[in-house]
């Protein structure tokens, strides 16, 4: 797939969450949830436009990424190659930050009072998107060449070629397992426990990467 063809997905993603976000305030009450404490309870309300500060934020990431892609690797000697993964990560971010923002809009609609009483609730719907995305970035971690911006990066995985690039195959096996674990968690786990559950497996990866490279950088050098 071309670079600019995944500049236009992420500018579509961008412009679905505005459209989506616009389109729930006409169904939502004047006063909303706007925030839901760790036990999932709404502990604050406010106005319903309060809501519009996401697709702001989501229109800064966006640009963000955009100008990240073209100019953050722009000296990089892998640029096309780190240029696409870029862009790819950023496809993957704000899919996750759509389908979340579907979900609390629906909470919001629906006056929903403990986030950990739907259905799917949120401990689970964290769990899934955040696995997914994790599945997907350890595919393409390994395809991310050596440079100062993306990867899986540490002062040993930039010391040498031969480490990033056994570095970022480890990561992205790692990423791929962990993400693996969080989907099938979610099948038996909900509400808090879910939380830690995304939490330990991310904290088992990076500790887990950081030991690798750091042998790995003491073998070959």
């Known amino acids: 797939m071309k670079t600019k063809t995944h500049k236009i997905i ?15 305030l006409f169904f939502m009450p004047d006063t909303v949830p706007i925030h839901w404490g760790p036990k999932g309870d709404a502990d604050r309300f406010g106005s319903k436009y309060f809501t519009l500060l996401t697709s702001l934020i989501v229109l800064i990431i966006c640009i ?18 780190n240029e696409k993964i870029t862009y790819i990560a950023g496809e993957c971010i704000l899919s996750v930050l759509f389908a979340m923002n579907i979900y609390i809009s629906y909470a919001m609609i629906n006056n929903v009072q403990n986030l950990y009483t739907l259905k799917l609730d949120i401990g689970k719907l964290t769990l899934i998107l955040f696995g997914a995305l994790m599945v997907i970035m350890g595919n393409f971690m390994p395809k991310a060449k050596r440079n100062s911006y993306i990867g899986f990066r540490t002062p040993a995985t930039m010391s040498s070629d031969e480490i990033w690039k056994k570095s970022q195959r480890f990561a992205g096996i790692s990423f791929a397992a962990g993400g693996f674990v969080n989907i099938i968690c979610a099948i038996f786990f909900t509400g808090v426990p879910c939380l830690f559950v995304l939490m330990t497996v991310i904290l088992i990866i990076v500790i887990s990467g950081l030991i690798y490279t750091a042998k790995l950088k003491k073998t070959l050098n």
């Open 10 to 24: 992420i500018i579509t993603i961008t412009v679905l969450f505005i459209a989506t976000s616009v389109t729930a």
């Open 64 to 81: 963000g990424i955009i100008l990240s892609a073209k100019y953050g690797t722009k000296s990089e000697q892998n640029k096309k190659s």
